[in-house]
């Protein structure tokens, strides 16, 4: 039996006003200080206040959110009791929201400690909302949930299906501030989302149609949001492309790209974004080498974008070479070396960088499953910048 979830979606002009409808009485806000700093509590508080409804900031969100913080955050929201919980921010807000509505209810939970099996009932106390302030992780639509075990340098993917919010609100007004790198490198995420969501041995219908159309959004409209800030078209496309591509794989899963670029963010203390957005390319190379299954999906949705023409394999390289032309467009790197990661340095990592491949789901939901040797090249072909050829 297969399931599809997703949270109740407010979306357009003003979606913020659907804050006034909810009913509660606290709401514990989950955030960082930058998100503080912009600005962008008010809208969110704002609201509260005309709907009579007290709010606590929880604001010591950092990017990849650590065991240790959500511990914290745990403790706050568990001397606060509210009957809402928020994740206004990025990925990283929208994550420690839900590990944090968990430990309401289970404050004894090392947040490591959460797993899928399973069950916590934390709606018998509050419900969760997100409210993304970028268009990149699509965690407002997914109940998964990235952290940074900082100890052993690892991110440590956990969540349950109970971890999905019960809403996300969509207002444009909330990323048109997105600076340009920032909307390259949550685009290159979104990007990356939607294909391997499509292409996931775990995906179906209902999971193509929403990698589909973000695919497509995103090709038509990243580049734009990059180029002008200013064009709320462009950014609302992508914060919805955002949200669908959640969709998309957290029904499904997400793929290499991702199990490659964790690794390479956990070791080197790099944005998610740029990471996966990196090795999308090198790892698709890779399955068109040795999945004609892959393959014929990709070339599905490099006719469905408009990219190429001809034969499968014709068309999948052409969508790995938009990537790639996409990639540059928007300043992002084309190699590992263009990170200014010293080549020695890196080369020391490896064992590390295929231990925590090998030891994400993702690795296995691809059609050819690399083994040690296989993701040894990936990752020494991607540092040189070298097209994936076995």
Request: charged share 20%; glycine share 10%.
């Amino acid at each position: 039996m297969w399931t599809f979830s997703c949270p109740f979606i407010a979306y357009g002009d003003n979606a913020l006003d659907y804050l006034a409808q909810i009913r509660g009485k606290k709401a514990f806000i989950v955030t960082d200080k930058n998100i503080v700093k912009l600005g962008l509590t008010k809208p969110v508080t704002d609201q509260l206040d005309a709907a009579n409804i007290e709010y606590q900031i929880f604001d010591e969100i950092e990017p990849e959110p650590s065991l240790t913080t959500i511990k914290k955050g745990g403790i706050a929201v568990g001397q606060y009791q509210p009957d809402w919980v928020i994740g206004l921010g990025g990925g990283s807000c929208m994550d420690a929201a839900k590990a944090i509505i968990i430990l309401l209810v289970r404050p004894d939970l090392d947040p490591d400690g959460i797993v899928a099996s399973d069950t916590y009932n934390f709606r018998d106390k509050a419900r969760l909302m997100a409210i993304p302030t970028t268009s990149g992780t699509g965690s407002e639509a997914t109940w998964a949930i990235v952290l940074t075990d900082t100890e052993f340098q690892r991110k440590v993917g956990l969540g349950t299906t109970e971890c999905m919010p019960d809403v996300a609100i969509l207002d444009t007004v909330m990323v048109a501030g997105m600076p340009p790198q920032l909307t390259a490198e949550t685009g290159m995420d979104v990007l990356t989302h939607a294909i391997e969501g499509y292409t996931s041995t775990w995906g179906t219908s209902f999971t193509d149609a929403p990698g589909l159309i973000a695919t497509r959004q995103a090709f038509k409209y990243l580049a734009k949001a990059f180029q002008n800030g200013d064009d709320l078209e462009a950014r609302q496309e992508m914060m919805y492309a955002a949200t669908l591509g959640g969709m998309s794989f957290g029904n499904s899963m997400a793929g290499l790209g991702h199990s490659t670029g964790h690794a390479l963010g956990a070791i080197f203390h790099l944005p998610h974004g740029r990471t996966v957005g990196l090795f999308l390319p090198y790892t698709m190379e890779y399955l068109i080498n040795g999945s004609e299954e892959t393959t014929a999906k990709y070339a599905e949705i490099a006719r469905f974008c408009g990219i190429g023409s001809g034969t499968d394999l014709e068309c999948a390289k052409a969508l790995v070479a938009r990537i790639r032309e996409l990639a540059k467009e928007i300043g992002q790197p084309f190699s590992v070396k263009d990170l200014n990661i010293d080549k020695a340095k890196y080369e020391e990592s490896i064992p590390g960088l295929i231990d925590r491949a090998l030891n994400e789901v993702m690795t296995i939901t691809v059609t050819r499953i690399p083994g040690e040797e296989d993701l040894d090249k990936i990752f020494r072909y991607a540092y040189d910048g070298r097209t994936i050829d076995f």
